[in-house]
Every structure is written in C-alpha cells, then in structure tokens.
C-alpha cells in the first residue's frame, strides 16, 4: 500500500478499512477470486460494522447501568411472576414508540434492578440511547446542578435520553425541592420520552410517598395511566444465588 493511499486513509479516519486493506494485501490468495467491488464491499463492511459495535459500547458505557444483565439471562421460573412472553413483547418496543413507562415492584432481591438493566442494555444494543439512575445519586446530581446554575442544562439532556430508568424508587419521602425536580422530569418526559422505575413499594404508596397531594397528583397521573406494570414475586434472588453457592 502507498504511503499516500493510507495517509488518506488515515485522515478519513478509516482506520479499519487501513487495517483490513492491509490484510488483504498480506493475504492476496484469499481474495484472488473477487472483483474490485467485492473486494470494496468487504472492507466498508467491516468499518460500518465496527462503528456499530463502537457506538453500542459508548451507549452502554454512558448508560451506567448497575448490572451488566441482558434478557438472555432472566429467570423465568414460574414463582417470579414473570413469563418470558411478556419481556420478548416489550423488548419489540411498541412501549417505547408510545412513549409509555415500565414499572416494576416487588421485595427487595427479586430482580427488578436486573429486569430493568437488562432491558436497557437490549435497547442499547439497537442504538437507542439509555440513562439508570438509583434515585439517590439522580437526586444528589439535581441538587448539584442546583448549586451550580445548570439545572436548566441538565434537565434538557436528560430529556434527550429516550430510556431513563429509575432503581429505588421510593425508599423515603421526597423534599419539597425534590418533588418539584422529579415533576419537571416527568412532566417533560410525558408522552416524550419512556421511563423504567424499580420500587420495593407498592404502586398504591406512590402517592403517599411524594406527600403534598398537588405535585402527588399531578406525578401520578402523568407517570401511572401510561405504564405497564409488573409487580415480581418470589423469594430473593441474591439468597437463591447464596443458597446455591453454599450446595454446590
């Protein structure tokens, strides 16, 4: 290969195609028997198919998903509540296309973050952006952002987000500062965006939970009438996982 031919290459910024034109040149048997536009089609293949790959890693790095799960590994034993019909219909994204939101209650340890993450890091893998979130660290951001005058910034890239996912959801009541913020995060999400939210409490709680009946109204009816809600049963994962771990 001449030297001006990879330092066009190169200023492209098509290092796999330098890469793989390289290969081939080091390997011309393999490749006697195509033509020039074969020879072409295999190369821009392995870019394009690189850049894919590359753009599911920066998705899912950005996401910060809790656990590295994919719905390959959900249990969907009987006792969970859960059938394996139900997840292969939401991972076809009609929810998502709808703008509508998942929820998913039940004990603490019985998967709801995994079902959670897993379907995130499937929709990651479709190129759809996705941000998770325990509700703890999101409110600790907000506060952050507060102090620094760049709530406004922060809110609209978190808008932009397709899939945001909140773990935790409801382990203690809201602040007054905090119910307005999640306010502002659900009201510009409303029929935006979709949400995923994992709670150890019951959908009927909620409203308890955010206090001052104005903002608790107004959260639940722009979050609760566009969701689908699965409520897992069963006993603890992690203590299945610990039990099976200690006979083995």
Request: proline share 2%; net charge neutral.
């Amino acid at each position: 290969m001449n030297i001006e031919l990879t330092q066009q290459l190169s200023n492209l910024r098509l290092s796999v195609i330098l890469s793989s034109l390289t290969r081939q040149e080091e390997q011309p048997h393999l490749y006697s028997d195509l033509s020039f536009h074969d020879r072409l089609s295999l190369l821009l293949g392995e870019e394009i198919a690189t850049r894919e790959q590359r753009k599911i890693e920066r998705l899912v790095k950005h996401a910060k998903f809790r656990l590295a799960a994919h719905p390959s590994q959900i249990d969907y034993r009987a006792s969970r509540g859960i059938v394996k019909s139900q997840i292969s219909s939401l991972l076809e994204g009609h929810w998502l296309e709808h703008h509508q939101n998942l929820i998913f209650t039940g004990a603490t340890g019985c998967g709801k973050t995994f079902l959670g993450c897993a379907i995130g890091h499937y929709f990651c893998q479709q190129g759809i952006p996705a941000r998770y979130y325990r509700i703890k660290g999101l409110q600790e951001q907000l506060r952050q952002v507060h102090g620094e005058g760049s709530y406004p910034r922060f809110l609209a890239q978190l808008n932009k987000t397709p899939i945001l996912i909140l773990d935790d959801w409801g382990m203690e009541m809201l602040t007054s500062q905090q119910r307005s913020d999640l306010l502002d995060i659900i009201d510009a999400r409303h029929e935006q965006g979709s949400m995923i939210i994992m709670s150890q409490l019951p959908v009927a709680k909620w409203h308890e939970l955010i206090g001052e009946a104005t903002y608790a109204d107004a959260i639940m009816d722009r979050l609760i009438h566009r969701s689908q809600r699965f409520e897992l049963q069963g006993e603890s994962m992690r203590k299945l996982e610990m039990n099976l771990t200690e006979t083995s």
